[in-house]
């Protein structure tokens, strides 16, 4: 090879080496490049994760507990439990918590606070959350669809499993306990093979989870052959109540007992029974109720406290006076929660069950009254709420009609009784 082609020969091979040099730099700043970008991305997710990830722990709120000392149970040292009382309490007041409903405390992936929610009811949440160096409370609304569903059963074993068995929650049952409370005890009556069908309201969220029940639109439960039914209308005042499908009030002007929950019976109606204390035969023209001292007492019907305190042998007396001319006695309570003059509706609370006065345990003598005259509570014919009035007749018949259309079909239906058999009669004049 002569001195010019060594010399093209060389050129030639510092113009490859010039170009893979070139291209591995070029590569190199690529892939620099390109991590750099990733890098930064990393970052930049890091610092989005660090920022809008927040990861909640949620406990249900106990019975009793301060607000400030439970969300200290999460972590939250007592200056912030009291700085987020502190901001909530112009939207809302945190003494009202409920106990059982659900609150969250928020944090990031590294632990700092983001967010505390509380669930007011099913439609409603309490989000405190910091805003630079305080926190802004607000409530929001939670978007839901209320839509009317049916929904049936059959009872094995208590009406509260057969409606969880159905799918519902417990408080379905209770609901339907309540409408059906005047005629039925759900402690005692239920039997295997019973039926039981609602028309609903169903509040939703937007990911199909049931949030409430809205309005029980329509009601039957049938107990040993014995149909029951229910339907949703207005009182004479405007108020929601339940009537059967022929216009009569499913409430009755008393409750069937001055205890919300099963008690024994330990001392009859009598004009003979001989005194435990006094140790002599007397009438006793009540029923003797055996409960632990402090069990709730409530009022079988509405009406006004025309006495209440501390009556001799009666030990803590309440005494109501109710419109249909009855008068309630309620005897030997330990507390009164009622004072003379008040009104007290159907169900309240007016005292818990004592030993005070003549009594060897502690126990509830209860006592009705009609025109100076006691009555023996346990053979007395409970009396009826009003029926729907004629004016307001077709207006109920299209409200029954359209909410039993709603009624889930039963794989067996039973025939009603003679007092549920007629829907469309009129009703009697009044």
């Known amino acids: ?76 040292t007592p200056l912030i439990a009291a700085r987020l009382v502190a901001s909530a309490q112009p939207v809302f007041d945190l003494r009202h918590v409920r106990a059982g409903n659900q609150l969250a405390v928020g944090r990031s992936v590294l632990g700092e606070l983001r967010e505390v929610r509380y669930s007011i009811d099913a439609d409603r949440v309490l989000s405190i959350a910091p805003s630079g160096d305080d926190f802004h409370s607000e409530i929001e609304t939670i978007p839901s669809e209320t839509r009317v569903a049916g929904v049936g059963g059959e009872v ?140 709730p007492v409530q009022t079988i019907g509405d009406g006004r406290v025309i006495f209440a305190a501390r009556k001799g042998g009666d030990g803590n007396l309440v005494k109501i006076q109710h419109s249909n001319g009855y008068v309630t006695y309620y005897m030997h309570l330990s507390r009164i929660l009622v004072r003379d003059g008040q009104r007290v509706e159907q169900g309240q609370r007016i005292g818990l069950v004592g030993m005070t006065g003549l009594a060897t345990g502690p126990h509830l003598d209860f006592r009705i009254e009609l025109r100076g005259q006691f009555l023996n509570f346990e053979r007395l014919p409970l009396p009826s709420a009003d029926p729907v009035s004629r004016r307001d007749w077709t207006a109920f018949v299209a409200a029954r009609d359209q909410a039993l259309a709603e009624m889930p079909p039963l794989a067996s239906q039973q025939t009603t009784v003679a007092a549920n058999a007629s829907p469309s009669q009129q009703p009697s004049a009044r």
């Not at 519902?168 to 295997?192: C, H, S, V």
Request: glycine fraction near 8%; include cysteine; aromatic fraction near 12%.
């Open 1 to 76: 090879m002569g001195k010019a082609g060594r010399i093209v020969f060389w050129i030639c091979v510092i113009a490859v080496a010039t170009v893979c040099i070139g291209a591995s730099y070029r590569i190199r700043f690529r892939a620099e490049k390109r991590i750099a970008v990733e890098a930064a991305a990393a970052h930049a997710e890091t610092q989005r994760i660090q920022q809008e990830v927040v990861l909640f722990t949620k406990s249900a709120v106990p019975a009793g507990r301060p607000f400030a000392e439970f969300v200290e149970g999460f972590g939250i």
């Open 156 to 295: 094995r074993d208590s009406l509260f499993q057969a409606v969880t068995d159905a799918g519902e929650k417990p408080e379905l049952a209770m609901r339907l306990a309540a409408i059906f409370g005047w005629d039925l005890d759900f402690y005692t009556d239920p039997r295997p093979g019973d039926t039981f069908r609602v028309v609903v309201e169903k509040k939703e969220l937007a990911n199909g989870e049931l949030a409430d029940y809205g309005r029980i639109l329509a009601a039957e439960y049938s107990n040993a052959g014995r149909v029951y039914r229910a339907v949703l209308f207005h009182d004479p005042s405007g108020n929601p109540a339940y009537y059967t499908p022929e216009g009569k009030s499913m409430k009755k002007a008393f409750l069937h007992s001055p205890l919300k929950f099963a008690a024994p019976i330990t001392s009859h109606f009598s004009y003979h029974r001989f005194h435990p204390i006094l140790k002599e035969y007397r009438p006793h023209l009540g029923i003797d109720y055996g409960a632990p001292t402090g069990t």
